[in-house]
């Protein structure tokens, strides 16, 4: 990942600014570009303008599912639904009530407290699975 125009850039959104800490060190150690956010953006023109790669998001902002909304507006927005996205939150009973919505839109999820290795692992495979299917969001049966 040596030319920057070739890093691969994840979209943070995370309201948690320990958790945004985690992801930098952890994420810059890795060799990503990063836009971190505590607040999903309001509409699908942010997602376009920063082009990127990948997000990771949490799905509740205080007490509300912000996230959620904003994965649910990227992912009908036909400019923004192949990106691909990756889902950190602490909220099982929430991913379990969605969790066809998440195979839905291949959106895996990663629970917190999580595994650094698992949120890694989980990344690279979100890039691989969207550059082998030329960035489709649509699920691929194995």
Known sequence: MGDP??????????DDEAVLQVYQDLLEDDGYRLSV????P???EEVRR?????ILLDLLFGEEDLGWDFLRMIKTEASTAR???VVATANQRFVDR????????????????????????SLRQALLDAEDSGGDSTPRRR
């Open 37 to 40: 956010h505590s607040y999903p």
């Open 50 to 54: 920063l082009r990127p790669n990948l």
């Open 42 to 44: 309001a509409d699908p």
């Open 5 to 14: 125009a070739e890093t691969p850039l994840i979209l943070v959104i995370d």
């Open 83 to 85: 990106v691909p996205v």
């Open 98 to 121: 969605y969790r066809s919505q998440f195979d839905d839109w291949n959106c895996p999820v990663v629970l917190k407290p999580f595994d650094i290795e698992d949120l890694s692992a």
